[in-house]
């Protein structure tokens, strides 16, 4: 069984940096994509940023471009997102996920718990 466990919430004012990390135990880290999401409140969950397997691809959504950075060390089983120049409107409930890859949530079976992010302007 695969488990995800994110940390690094927090209340940070717009401008601000945070980084999030997701530990993941089980046996299928390595062979498995990599995303973050988010959900703020009365809204759907969406795509953040994803990263292959390998580490050799990098997506990201229009608005995590050229201020959130996804990344992962597989020998500490753990992938990272580090968010930068944040804003009001990033604050949600981030959700790291394992599984095919991808901007849809459905190809990922795999979740974590999900931790608070809130951006103060």
């Known amino acids: 069984q695969v488990q995800l466990v994110e940390s690094g919430a927090g209340l940070v004012q717009a401008g601000g940096s945070l980084r999030l990390s997701c530990a993941q135990s089980g046996r299928t880290f390595s062979t498995r994509a990599m995303g973050w999401f988010r959900q703020a409140p009365g809204k759907e969950r969406e795509f953040v940023a994803s990263?292959?397997?390998?580490?050799?691809?990098?997506y990201y959504a229009q608005s995590a471009k050229g201020r959130f950075t996804i990344s992962r060390d597989s020998a500490k089983n753990t992938v990272y997102l580090q968010m930068n120049t944040l804003k009001p409107e990033d604050t949600a409930v981030y959700y790291c996920a394992a599984g095919l890859g991808g901007s849809s949530p459905h190809e990922y079976d795999y979740w974590g718990q999900g931790t608070q992010v809130t951006v103060s302007s």
């Open positions: 990263i292959t397997w390998d580490s050799v691809e990098t």
